[in-house]
Each structure stands twice: as C-alpha cells, then as structure tokens.
C-alpha cells in the first residue's frame, strides 16, 4: 500500500506543478502507473477493462482509497472493543 500511496503522490506532483502540459503517456508516468499494484490486480484480473496509464491511475486511487477506509473501520471497531484497561485505553487513545 506504501509504494501505491508514493506513486500516486509522483503522479499528483507532476501534474499538480507542472506548468506544461503533462501526459499519462510520458515514460516517468507509465512507469508509476505501472507499479500501482492494487490497479494491477484489477486490470489483470478483468480483460475488458480498457488498459490505459489513466485507468489505471484512477483505479489505483480508488482501491487505495477503499482500503484507507476499509483500515480505519477496522481501527474504529478495534478501538470500541479495547478491554476498560485504562492504561491500555491511555496508549490507544492518547
């Protein structure tokens, strides 16, 4: 999940600070949407979906953002069913 946060944090700099145009076909970007491993597992594994840089750019993003939200429930729930340890709760909360 790191290496698809930093290549989407590559992609979103370049065309966030670029002042000339700027392309999913550029090689420097190719090669980031191509190490987008949640995307990958996707496109991989469904022939239809149309396989271009920007695809899988934006089905990165989503997968990534569907697991940062799948962690923080986790996170919530973990946290509502802490045992009454206040020192425990103390690490948790604190």
């Known amino acids: 999940m790191r290496d698809d946060l930093d290549a989407i944090r ?11 145009r700027y392309t999913f076909d550029e090689p420097e970007m190719v090669g980031w949407c191509k190490s987008l491993k949640l995307a990958r597992m996707i496109t991989d594994a469904i ?3 149309f396989n271009t840089h920007r695809t899988i750019f934006l089905l ?5 953002a569907n697991e940062l939200a799948l962690k923080t429930l986790e996170v919530g729930q973990h946290q509502r069913s802490s045992p009454n340890d206040p020192e425990l709760g103390h690490v948790i909360r604190g």
């Open 10 to 20: 590559r992609i979103r700099n370049k065309f966030g600070h670029r002042m000339h």
């Open 47 to 49: 022939a239809e979906i």
């Open 60 to 64: 990165g993003v989503t997968q990534l």
